[in-house]
């Protein structure tokens, strides 16, 4: 039980650093507002998650735009759920 | 034969419409996940599995198919149809025999997501009728995403009514427990297991059945290639000593 305990709150941190939070610092590096970019963070973990483990947003900095582009599609993303989610990767991708 | 070339007919007229269409995504052959279709989303499964035995005057090949459609209700609700499950046997004489036997339904609900929630879960209710056969199963789906790995495990439950007058009565528990990593977006790698205990009359058990085995699955463009062998690792006589499931599936 320790075990599975303890691969739980290793998986929420891991979680944390390949997508960082939705802090007031992000939100004020984005062009969105905070309620925007928490929903483009939701999707990038759930729909973007269906197919493939969640890549780190640091990670792919500067390359997001076309990923996105790539990637919306095979998501099933609406328009909307498109911009939310690029406007937090391009928020969060040089978060510390 | 002519079952014999009709299934092969049947089977690559499937296998080229899932090369030619774009396609779905599952880790495991024989576990059931917690994600479910998209809103408004199909997909379109085909599974194929061989079960073999091999013993003193016991050697039988038997190959299942399962033709299913999949259509995403909600972004948590899930409604599958089984078109068709069928069966072609191969007995020790090399005889051929093609039986359809049932259509099902299934429901699946997600309760919690297993990325974004401390575990994924979700529940599972399928219906099935066909000739002499009507069953009734439940499953509990449990699953958790770390980093690269898929955890997932099935709690089962099934009610089955069969034979002349239906007056044949089985119920049946089962788990099955799989781990998947993924070696590239495209592919994972990874391990299942199936345990199974099956009661006549729903008072006899029977014996305790464990199997497990090696799995691969491979994703593409809008689709998906899953395979699991799995070898029986107990000795209960009239089950299989190897059995492979395919699964391939495609989106749109």
New interface residues.
């Given amino acids: 039980m320790l075990a599975l305990g303890a691969?739980?709150l290793?998986?929420?941190a891991?979680?944390a650093t390949l997508a960082p939070p939705v802090t007031p610092a992000l939100v004020a590096r984005s062009h969105g507002d905070a309620s925007m970019l928490a929903s483009g963070r939701?999707i990038y973990?759930?729909?973007c998650?269906?197919?493939?483990?969640?890549e780190s947003v640091p990670a792919h900095a500067g390359k997001w735009p076309g990923l996105i582009r790539e990637m919306a599609p095979?998501?099933?993303l609406t328009a909307a759920e498109e911009r939310a989610v690029l406007a937090y990767v391009l928020a969060a991708e040089h978060a510390q | 034969m002519k079952h014999t070339k009709f299934a092969i007919v049947s089977l690559l007229s499937l296998l080229s419409l899932a090369a030619s269409a774009i396609a779905g995504?599952r880790h495991f052959a024989n576990v059931y996940e917690t994600?479910t279709a998209?809103k408004?989303?199909f997909e379109f499964e085909n599974w194929v599995t061989w079960k073999t035995r091999r013993g003193e005057g016991d050697n039988s090949n038997l190959w299942k198919f399962r033709h299913e459609i999949e259509y995403g209700i909600t972004d948590r609700l899930q409604l599958g149809v089984y078109l068709a499950n069928w069966t072609l046997t191969r007995d020790a004489t090399h005889r051929n025999t093609t039986r359809y036997e049932s259509a099902a339904a299934e429901l699946i609900y997600r309760m919690s997501?297993p990325?974004?929630d401390?575990?994924g879960s979700a529940l599972y209710l399928e219906i099935e009728g066909g000739h002499d056969l009507f069953a009734l199963e439940g499953k509990l789906l449990l699953q958790?995403?770390?980093?690269?790995f898929v955890f997932a495990w099935n709690g089962v439950i099934e009610a089955e009514w069969s034979g002349r007058g239906m007056m044949e009565r089985t119920g049946t528990l089962e788990q099955t427990f799989g781990v998947s990593y993924?070696i590239t977006?495209?592919v994972s790698v990874g391990g299942e297991l199936v345990h199974e205990v099956s009661f006549e009359d729903w008072s006899k058990s029977g014996p305790n059945v464990l199997f497990a085995g090696p799995n691969v699955s491979w994703?593409f463009?809008?689709g998906y290639i899953t395979a699991a062998t799995l070898f029986q690792c107990t000795r209960a006589t009239g089950e299989p000593d190897i059995q492979t499931r395919v699964i391939f599936g495609i989106h749109f």
Avoid: D, V
């Fill in positions: 691969c739980l290793a998986g929420c891991n979680l939701g973990l759930t729909q998650t269906a197919c493939h483990a969640p095979k998501s099933r | 995504e994600t998209a408004g989303e997501h990325t974004t401390a575990l958790k995403n770390i980093g690269r993924q977006p495209k994703r463009k809008r």
